[in-house]
């Protein structure tokens, strides 16, 4: 064994010892192939060594995992990853956490202990973690949505291990392809698209009969409200409403998570891009309903809108999406007197941005204005009703 400075590790060393971080969760085991990807979430956790075997060596570790650690090893990171997945949008504020509070964590762990998810999970695991990572993401805004359509618990229960399975097929697909951060081949994206057919298949052929609601969810994620999207389905509308809501939630995980080609976009821009797609892609009121109560629009944030600058003052749950506002001057830049809009009665008013850093620092010196002041006053309403735009 010799211990490797982490700029010196190469893609095909291998770990020679558990490696932990100060809460004692082990990130990387001894016998692990050390990958560039590896590599890099090492060095993203400001690891600076890490002990690698000889080349004539063996690692530290027992005979191959059994069934049973590898199921263990697969619970045990997937409620890791659902504890901070859930810490974050309660941090954030970002959902109503009494949607989050029980229940989600409830049958989100429940589906843990079914042991008949918890062998495809730990398949998705040892084929590709970010698939894995995803799955988890899409299994929590899936039941989120649930929630908010008021789902059963056994209804709910179905959905979030829809969520949890929906890319299984992915394990059919080479980890290079999955990876790839450059675009992909003709002939790579036909692999890619074959997911949802050999997902369904799978389901099936594991679980019978009884995996239908489970099938038809992974094999309806990708097509389209308007018929098109993969595979082809021919006939509009006649997607499932589980799979409907695994869509949104799996489109909008994989727009806020950072991959090694992309960073994390903000749920307001992950808000316009889906909006933009939602007419022939997504299910627009269940769309309206998830954004509408994820606050993308936080209290004090400035906006640029057809009316002009303007401050949030309040985003309620249920109407976060067209949030109250305080608008303070015009597109030219020009202070006036602040009037407030309550975009969920006004309709002809429209988002085009939420400002950020230096346009934000930009508008305030400009202005030598600080829109927080007007959080503190009510000021009059004015409304623009469709037809009447801003
Ligand atoms: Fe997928």
Redesign the pocket.
């Known amino acids: 064994m010799r211990i490797v400075a982490i700029e010196a590790l190469q893609a095909g060393m291998v770990a020679a010892e558990d490696f932990q971080n100060l809460h004692g969760v082990t990130y990387l085991k001894a016998g692990t192939v050390l990958t560039q990807r590896s590599i890099q979430q090492l060095l993203e956790m400001g690891v600076t060594q890490v002990a690698v075997c000889d080349a004539d060596e063996s690692p530290a570790t027992d005979a191959p995992a059994s069934r049973q650690d590898r199921l263990a090893e697969t619970r045990r990171l997937a409620r890791e990853v659902i504890c901070k997945k859930l810490d974050r949008l309660r941090l954030e504020g970002l959902v109503d956490p009494v949607l989050l509070e029980g229940l989600l964590p409830h049958v989100l762990k429940k589906v843990l202990d079914h042991e008949e998810d918890l062998v495809p999970l730990t398949q998705i695991l040892e084929h590709d973690e970010y698939t894995f990572r995803h799955s988890i993401g899409v299994a929590i805004y899936s039941g989120f949505i649930g929630r908010l359509c008021h789902y059963s618990q056994k209804k709910l229960f179905s959905l979030v291990r829809g969520g949890f399975l929906?890319?299984i097929?992915?394990i059919d697909v080479p980890e290079e392809i999955l990876n790839k951060p450059s675009k992909l081949s003709d002939e790579e994206f036909r692999i890619i698209q074959r997911?949802?057919v050999t997902?369904g298949k799978r389901l099936i052929a594991a679980h019978g009969e009884h995996a239908l609601a489970l099938s038809r969810i992974a094999f309806q994620?990708?097509q389209h409200i308007d018929g098109t999207g993969y595979p082809s389905s021919g006939s509009p509308g006649a997607i499932s409403r589980p799979a409907r809501i695994v869509a949104i939630a799996?489109v909008y995980d994989a727009l806020t998570t950072a991959r090694s080609y992309k960073v994390a976009y903000k749920p307001h821009i992950a808000y316009r891009i889906m909006k933009k797609l939602s007419r022939g892609q997504f299910d627009e009121r269940l769309l309206d309903l998830f954004f509408n109560n994820l606050i993308i629009f936080p209290v004090g944030s400035v906006l640029e809108t057809s009316a002009g600058f303007a401050v949030v003052k309040a985003a309620p749950f249920g109407s976060a999406a067209k949030p109250r506002i305080c608008v303070f001057a015009n597109e030219r830049y020009q202070m006036h007197e602040p009037f407030e809009i309550d975009l969920a009665k006004s309709p002809a008013v429209s988002v085009s941005s939420l400002l950020e850093d230096i346009s934000l620092i930009s508008l305030t010196s400009r202005l030598r204005f600080n829109p927080a002041e007007l959080l503190e006053h009510d000021y009059p309403e004015k409304t623009f009703p469709s037809g009447k735009s801003a």
């Open positions: 929906h890319d097929g992915k997911h949802p997902g994620h990708h799996d």
